[in-house]
């Protein structure tokens, strides 16, 4: 019984693992990915942020200095922090 208790817990460890890091990296990776991918060509302008985050444990999301301009023209959309709770 002692070995697959600790392929459970290995198991679970790996799952927990992946999900941190998914949540704290994959998804500020895919908010910036998605916006250039997908939001860009629709409103036919440049996407920047400074700086996203995600709390996968408490489901915060923020982004800092998102920015919605085209080149050379003052910005569409110019938000400071956004955050969810």
């Known amino acids: 019984?002692?070995?697959k208790l600790w392929i459970t817990t290995g198991i679970i460890g790996?799952?927990?693992a992946a999900?941190?890091?998914?949540?704290?990296l994959g998804v500020p990776y895919?908010?910036?990915w998605a916006l250039k991918k997908?939001?860009?060509p629709i409103v036919?302008?440049?996407?920047?942020?400074?700086?996203v985050k995600f709390n996968p444990f408490t489901?915060?999301?923020s982004v800092k200095g998102l920015n919605v301009q085209k080149d050379?023209?003052?910005?569409l959309l110019s938000v400071g922090y956004l955050k969810t709770k």
């Open 44 to 51: 036919g302008r440049t996407i920047t942020t400074q700086e």
């Open 59 to 61: 489901l915060q999301f």
């Open 72 to 75: 050379g023209e003052p910005p």
């Open 30 to 32: 895919g908010v910036n």
């Open 38 to 40: 997908y939001a860009e």
């Open 1 to 3: 019984m002692g070995k």
């Open 19 to 24: 999900y941190t890091a998914g949540g704290f």
């Open 14 to 16: 790996a799952l927990a």
